[in-house]
């Protein structure tokens, strides 16, 4: 018989998905749900391309990390070995910081000597493949976690330090301020191993506010 994908709706939604259980754990979140839906798939494929990918993303919008990465595309900087070769100062003329050139080059360089094999990772447990990106330059918490989320589909990765997962957490239980990186943490503790599934129902909270109080909206 062959082997069925595992895709983030089945993930979230499916006979045991995280988010129906997330949501018997949280009646917040199962109004949510009713209100609001289901967030979209947005699952990426795992190896070095997500990971630089995300890389690229940090402390920009996706936009802006669309637009980048989408450059990069059109010169031929969309795989490791491309990459170790072009060097630094051809990612920084094609759209990258001198920090974020580095990072992505160095990666690749792992990866191209085989110091790094991104295929390992979905076999481990979560903690481990986190400490395993992490000891990557460039890499920290935020970068691991959503690749845990988004190419692993690790239902128990918590991006907490993420801006938009606090505006969501804010908007999900009615806060009169945005809660910050600790109280995310403390917040998400009963929703343990579902902290994953929250954090994408966060972002689709977010997403859908923002689009309903927008003025094209009304």
């Not at 798939?41 to 996706?62: E, K, V």
């Not at 990069?72 to 990612?91: F, H, K, N, P, W």
């Not at 690749?108 to 990557?136: H, M, R, W, Y």
Request: proline share 4%; net charge negative.
């Amino acid at each position: 018989m062959p082997q069925i994908e595992k895709t983030m709706d089945m993930a979230l939604m499916g006979e045991h998905g995280a988010l129906r259980q997330l949501a018997m754990l949280d009646q917040d979140i199962d109004a949510a749900i009713k209100r609001y839906g289901t967030p979209p798939d947005r699952t990426m494929a795992q190896g070095f391309t997500t990971l630089i990918r995300i890389i690229i993303g940090q402390q920009i919008s996706r936009q802006a990390a669309t637009a980048v990465w989408k450059k990069m595309e059109t010169a031929g900087l969309d795989d490791a070995s491309r990459i170790t070769d072009a060097g630094v100062a051809t990612l920084k003329a094609n759209g990258l910081s001198q920090q974020k050139a580095e990072y992505v080059h160095g990666i690749a360089i792992a990866v191209t000597t085989g110091a790094l094999d991104l295929n390992t990772l979905a076999d481990k447990p979560g903690d481990e493949i986190a400490s395993i990106l992490t000891a990557l330059r460039g890499v920290g918490d935020w970068t691991a976690d959503n690749y845990r989320l988004f190419a692993l589909l690790d239902m128990d990765a918590w991006p907490y330090n993420d801006l938009a997962l606090q505006e969501g957490m804010k908007i999900l239980k009615s806060l009169n301020s945005r809660p910050d990186a600790k109280t995310m943490q403390n917040m998400a503790m009963d929703w343990q191993p579902y902290r994953g599934a929250a954090a994408l129902m966060l972002w689709h909270i977010y997403a859908q506010y923002k689009k309903d109080a927008s003025p094209a909206a009304i």
